[in-house]
């Protein structure tokens, strides 16, 4: 059965950094788009970042862009979510996505109909 498990997520102050981490389970990640997405209380689901197999694509939400950084790790078969200057906007619940992309390009990363695989998602908050 194939498994996103997310971690990392909690309570932060406004400036704070956390990271977050999206484990597999039942598949390996080499052969898959890993991405991120986040919903807040009252708002829609919104991409954050993914990244390619390779790791050499990285698109960001401009809402997050030279604050987070997504990354990799295939031999632990784990991608992160680093998370710097945290702000109270960033408070969400945030999911780890999977796909193996074959239907889709890189202008739609940030649509979420385009992931096969979702995670349960972790809660982010930032409040002082």
């Known amino acids: 059965q194939l498994q996103l498990v997310e971690s990392g997520g909690g309570l932060v102050q406004p400036g704070g950094s956390l990271r977050l981490s999206c484990a597999a389970s039942g598949f390996t990640l080499d052969d898959y788009v890993i991405g991120w997405f986040r919903q807040a209380p009252g708002k829609e689901r919104e991409g954050v970042s993914c990244?390619?197999?390779?790791?050499?694509?990285?698109p960001y939400a401009d809402s997050v862009k030279g604050r987070f950084t997504i990354s990799r790790d295939n031999a632990k078969n784990t991608v992160y979510l680093q998370m710097n200057s945290l702000k109270p906007e960033d408070t969400a619940v945030y999911y780890c996505?999977?796909?193996?992309?074959?239907?889709?390009?890189?202008?739609?990363?940030?649509?979420?109909?385009?992931?096969?695989?979702w995670g349960q998602g972790t809660q982010v908050t930032v409040s002082s």
């Open positions: 996505v999977a796909d193996r992309q074959f239907s889709w390009s890189w202008a739609a990363w940030a649509f979420e109909g385009n992931y096969d695989y």
């Open positions: 990244i390619s197999t390779s790791g050499t694509i990285t």
